[in-house]
């Protein structure tokens, strides 16, 4: 099984995870092979994968550095009709002798609808750095801003929140903490056994490098199991 890094959280929130108690509902079967179809055919269409993935339910996450629980991070789907809203929150706090050395608090809502990003916002407290995203879909195009700066995106953009069973096709991802563009390459690493939730089960490893690094695990069903990623210390 692949071993935990350091992880001190940087942009964006997404840290070394690892599901707790709480899991997705629903017809895991179904999404399983929802999932290997979109692997096996790159081109299909991301309102595809959403029509049955993921199902209504919440995600539980433990924030890990060295072995210690730093934090958490939970993910929440919500449905209605062809809307799909997202829900995530961050909550990291880093200590040393008893004293908080870092903090980091996190908010989220992604809206979709019809297979589209319709809306994206964010709140966070990077250690007392605030910053705020506002980001709806306008004629085609995703506009807002950033702390009050204006943005703008073409359609089709993923956050990079790593749930979205197309995100490994991707080669540039919305960082929804900073409303930046990040240019990636996604290496399919193939099968692994890993351990989530006590148990030893078979995941899918992919290895993304450019201005986001991270190494993440897939379930059979195509949900987010284990992410890892090396600190700015190193």
Request: glycine share 8%; no cysteine.
């Amino acid at each position: 099984a692949a071993q935990p890094r350091k992880a001190l959280p940087p942009e964006p929130p997404t840290h070394l995870l690892r599901p707790q108690a709480a899991q997705i509902g629903g017809d895991r079967a179904t999404a399983r092979r929802i999932f290997e179809a979109m692997l096996a055919a790159p081109d299909t269409e991301p309102r595809v994968e959403l029509a049955a993935f993921p199902q209504p339910g919440k995600l539980t996450y433990a924030v890990i550095r060295d072995g210690d629980k730093i934090g958490s991070q939970v993910v929440e789907f919500q449905r209605n009709g062809d809307q799909l809203l997202v829900l995530t929150t961050v909550k990291i706090e880093v200590t040393l002798l008893g004293i908080t050395i870092y903090r980091f608090v996190h908010r989220s809502e992604e809206e979709w609808k019809g297979g589209e990003l319709a809306r994206l916002t964010s709140n966070t407290d990077d250690d007392g750095d605030k910053r705020v995203v506002d980001l709806r879909l306008v004629d085609g195009k995703l506009k807002g801003a950033y702390n009050g700066q204006a943005k703008e995106f073409p359609v089709g953009m993923i956050p990079a929140t790593f749930w979205h069973p197309d995100s490994m096709k991707q080669t540039k991802l919305l960082d929804q903490v900073k409303a930046r563009p990040r240019q990636i390459t996604v290496k399919d690493l193939g099968s692994e056994t890993i351990t989530a939730q006590g148990k030893k089960i078979e995941a899918r490893h992919f290895s993304v490098s450019g201005q986001i690094k991270r190494e993440i695990w897939y379930g059979p069903d195509g949900r987010l199991e284990k992410l890892a990623f090396e600190g700015k210390d190193g």
